[in-house]
């Protein structure tokens, strides 16, 4: 497995690759085949919240889809140990979704997929509030930086991929993205999967047969449901 570690306006140090080395082989316990992890460090030159001025980003690289976490932090260190929680997270997200298209339809509880890792006291895993304080900085930095800075638009391109629903919702949790695109294979539309709440997710897709005044609405069931249904 290849790591690689690059920063932007900071220097990589030899004590931050060998703890990020040593924190990464529980990567090989969750993921199979992992070719490559990049781990990509940036810090902002002009920061209003110090507390944030760092963002670590860490992507497995495998035969798969690629799996994503992104954190922010007072130092390099912090940002990492709160995105490496994120990654864990993902990682037996994913290897429990493969068991379940193995034969297993038992989905994993949440306990028992997080009840090796150490509580706080409020009973809350380390990864739960981790993510809870990652997500209270963030609010926190947008809610301070909300009247004096500019609208901005970040555009990105990525190439436009075929698959079922099913398929783009769990890219869509692996990546950790709010949405994900994509092509429909079953209508051949562009289309768009996000979360709506728990086990439960929508799908926007352009039809232009439509009229400005016209929507088409329906409900389906994914795998997991399928699964279920199965084991019942």
């Known amino acids: 497995m290849e790591l690689n570690c690059s ?16 924190k990464i082989t529980k990567v090989d316990q969750l993921a199979t085949k992992v070719q490559r992890i ?18 670590v980003e860490l992507t497995v690289v495998g035969r798969g889809p690629a799996i994503r976490a992104e954190a922010r932090g007072a130092d390099k260190f ?8 994120k990654l864990l ?24 997929a997080t009840g090796s890792l150490p509580t706080a006291s409020s009973g809350k ?19 301070e930086n909300a009247e004096y800075s500019p609208v901005v638009i970040r555009r990105k391109s ?7 629903v099913d398929d783009a919702v769990d890219r869509m949790e692996l990546v950790g993205h709010p949405f994900y695109l994509f092509i429909d294979e079953a209508t051949g539309e562009h289309a768009v999967v996000y979360g709506r709440t728990q ?11 439509l009229s400005s005044n016209e929507e088409a609405t329906k409900e389906t069931r994914g795998y997991r449901d399928k699964a279920m249904a199965t084991e019942g």
């Open 158 to 164: 990525f190439p436009a991929e075929v698959m079922s």
């Open 199 to 209: 086990y439960q997710y929508g799908v926007i897709s352009l039809d232009p047969s």
């Open 78 to 85: 912090a940002a990492f140990d709160i995105a490496f929680a």
């Open 38 to 55: 990049d781990v990509k460090v940036l810090k902002e030159a002009h920061a209003r919240d110090q507390s944030t001025a760092l963002s």
């Open 7 to 22: 920063g932007r306006n900071i220097t990589i140090s030899d004590r931050f690759r060998e703890y990020v080395d040593e």
């Open 89 to 112: 997270e993902r990682l037996r997200k994913a290897r429990d979704k493969r068991k379940v298209h193995r034969g297993n339809h038992t989905p994993v509880a949440v306990h028992q």
């Open 125 to 143: 895993s380390l990864v739960e509030e981790t993510i809870e304080a990652q997500k209270a900085a963030e609010a926190a930095e947008a809610q």
